[in-house]
């Protein structure tokens, strides 16, 4: 799925790239979770099947974004379902040892990341939405995300479900 960078979404849009709410648990309840208001919705990663921007990517945004990761700073897509890089050629870097999902290997560790999900990162009235495959795409792709971004990743405001507005909401019958 391809999302030029800093491509802003119409005010009021979802912290989604589908379009879609957020699906948010709180206890035991389900809710729609909203930016708050007066935010402006950025997307970033979402190459698609090509990188048109590579290069050196700062060290200390590379340990905010695993950091981000590992600490399971990510969204649900809800049901979109699973994603793989349209970059890589083929179905073997998706799977090994049983597994699903690239190893991206940083500072001596080994992670696997899984193609579900995004991040939300907030600086200012400013929050980029970026893919959780996003290290697999710096790290084994050479992309490198706007300054702007990167500038944000260190800056480390990145978002969870308690940091959305939540709204209880009934299926419909």
Do not use: N
Not at 135 to 153: C, K, N, T
């Amino acid at each position: 799925m391809e999302i030029p960078d800093l491509t802003r979404f119409s005010p009021g849009h979802p912290a989604s790239p589908y379009g879609f709410p957020l699906p948010v648990k709180s206890g035991d309840t389900w809710g729609i979770g909203r930016l708050p208001e007066g935010s402006a919705l950025l997307a970033v990663g979402w190459l698609g099947s090509s990188v048109k921007s590579t290069g050196p990517v700062p060290e200390d945004a590379v340990d905010a974004l695993l950091e981000a990761y590992e600490s399971k700073a990510v969204f649900s897509d809800g049901t979109a379902g699973w994603h793989d890089c349209e970059l890589c050629p083929g179905p073997e870097a998706w799977y090994s040892d049983g597994e699903v999902g690239p190893v991206i290997r940083w500072r001596g560790r080994q992670v696997r990341l899984y193609g579900h999900g995004h991040h939300l990162l907030r600086r200012g009235t400013i929050t980029y939405m970026v893919p959780a495959l996003i290290l697999h795409y710096i790290l084994d792709h050479g992309y490198r995300p706007p300054q702007e971004f990167l500038e944000a990743a260190m800056a480390g405001k990145f978002l969870r479900a308690e940091h959305l507005t939540w709204e209880a909401y009934s299926p419909a019958e």
